[in-house]
């Protein structure tokens, strides 16, 4: 997944999110969202510093990071279902909440995918390491896991 694919879902969160702010304020059980708002803002500013970042994360802590989006998304909708009559919540903030909802979910599949396919390759490279690297490398050698000695004597 591209960073500009990360940065472009995570200002769209965001965009959201900040939607969110006076529709809330009636009733002081509205304002519980703020906190689960909050911290789904705090998410995405981290994807937006690592997509901007030159360390860039891994597959592993991507995945991590859209699974707390999902489970923070999940709490959302969640709250927007049974507090949406009672707290007047527009039906274009919960449509539009409940669609960023989804495009995480979507996105933390396929980066969950590449982290999965990224530990199998990692764990296939270590078990032939130990086990002598099956065949070795290029010209015989012990490949890119070993070391070349150089020949003694005069050259």
Known sequence: ???????????????????????????????????????????VAKANAASNSKKKMTPAEACALFGKLQANGNEGVKWIAANKEWCSIPDSFA????????????????????????????AQAR????????GGGMLGGPGLTGSLKMPQGAL
Do not use: W, Y
């Open 1 to 43: 997944m591209s960073s500009k694919t990360i940065a472009a879902v995570a200002g769209a969160l965001l965009g959201s999110a900040l939607l969110a702010g006076p529709a809330f304020a009636q009733n002081a059980e509205c304002g519980d969202i703020q906190k689960t708002l909050q911290s789904r803002k705090d998410l």
């Open 95 to 122: 449509e539009g909440f409940k669609a960023d909802h989804m495009k995480v979910a979507g996105i933390r599949t396929k980066i969950c995918g590449v982290a999965a396919q990224a530990a199998k390759m990692e």
């Open 127 to 134: 078990a032939q390491a130990q086990n002598g690297g099956g």
